[in-house]
């Protein structure tokens, strides 16, 4: 502890002097991370979720998400992980769930299909996250001109003609979504199926005696919710 070699910039236009900041080591990334999780254990359901839609105001806004990671921060990822939300999202490429809530590495456990169907292999996903890593928000994140539940609403002939997994899938989206009105306006027809279907995995999740079990103890909660994709906006479903 004789020497220290610090990097600084010298701003000309106003003689300020900027001292930059070492990158942390490893070890002081995993203490850091460390501390993060103890003080987010303190969080409630509800203020995870005001976090998550601060997240996605942001993103809204084309304000920068959280910047990249330094080489240290990713080993240090390597130690552990302590996400507080868990998101069934559909696998659709146009929604990039890390992006939309201007999240970063570990700050999210996403299980994806099509659909956002909280089938056994999605359910068994959560589970995990729920039981073993404490998740304190679960989400289902439907979006605006899902391809899955747009061909759930097809005869039922037709969709016997998917591959077995496929159309096993799609029934099981068309029997939630049941006898929807057919509206005249395209968009808010679309808009009315995903969160038709998003509230029916919501139900299905909150039927799971894990889960009922958490949100009786005040230590969960599960929303629904809808991408808006032409604005990059995450409605809340009620």
């Given at each position: 502890?004789?020497?220290?070699?610090?990097?600084?910039?010298?701003?000309?236009a106003t003689g300020?002097?900027?001292?930059?900041?070492?990158?942390?080591?490893?070890?002081?990334?995993?203490?850091?991370?460390?501390?993060?999780?103890?003080?987010?254990?303190?969080?409630?359901?509800?203020?995870?979720?005001?976090?998550?839609?601060?997240?996605?105001?942001?993103?809204?806004?084309?304000?920068?998400?959280?910047?990249?990671?330094?080489?240290?921060?990713?080993?240090?990822?390597?130690?552990?992980?302590?996400?507080?939300?868990?998101?069934?999202?559909?696998?659709?490429s146009r929604v990039?769930?890390?992006?939309?809530?201007?999240?970063?590495?570990?700050?999210?456990?996403?299980?994806?299909?099509?659909?956002?169907?909280?089938?056994?292999?999605?359910?068994?996903?959560?589970?995990?996250?729920?039981?073993?890593?404490?998740?304190?928000?679960?989400?289902?994140?439907?979006?605006?001109?899902?391809?899955?539940?747009?061909?759930?609403?097809?005869?039922?002939?037709?969709?016997?003609?998917?591959?077995?997994?496929?159309?096993?899938?799609l029934a099981d989206?068309?029997?939630?979504?049941?006898?929807?009105?057919?509206?005249?306006?395209?968009?808010?027809?679309?808009?009315?199926?995903?969160?038709?279907?998003?509230?029916?995995?919501?139900?299905?999740?909150?039927?799971?005696?894990?889960?009922?079990?958490?949100?009786?103890?005040?230590?969960?909660?599960?929303?629904?919710?809808?991408?808006?994709?032409?604005?990059?906006?995450?409605?809340?479903?009620?």
């Open positions: 502890a004789e020497l220290k070699i610090v990097g600084a910039f010298y701003e000309m300020t002097v900027h001292f930059l900041e070492a990158d942390k080591t490893v070890d002081e990334c995993v203490e850091c991370n460390a501390a993060a999780a103890e003080r987010d254990a303190s969080l409630t359901p509800d203020e995870v979720l005001l976090r998550l839609k601060a997240g996605n105001e942001r993103y809204c806004k084309n304000e920068p998400g959280k910047p990249p990671l330094s080489l240290n921060e990713k080993q240090a990822l390597t130690v552990t992980q302590k996400p507080l939300v868990g998101l069934l999202s559909c696998a659709d990039p769930v890390e992006l939309i809530f201007g999240a970063g590495p570990g700050d999210l456990f996403i299980a994806r299909n099509a659909g956002n169907v909280f089938a056994p292999s999605t359910a068994a996903s959560l589970d995990y996250g729920v039981k073993h890593l404490g998740i304190k928000l679960l989400v289902v994140l439907g979006h605006q001109c899902c391809g899955a539940v747009k061909a759930a609403q097809l005869p039922s002939d037709a969709i016997a003609g998917e591959t077995p997994p496929l159309a096993s899938l989206i068309k029997k939630g979504l049941g006898e929807l009105p057919q509206l005249d306006e395209a968009a808010a027809h679309d808009r009315n199926a995903v969160s038709t279907n998003v509230r029916v995995q919501v139900a299905a999740m909150a039927a799971s005696p894990v889960y009922a079990a958490k949100i009786a103890a005040a230590e969960l909660k599960i929303v629904g919710a809808f991408y808006e994709m032409a604005t990059g906006a995450v409605h809340f479903l009620e």
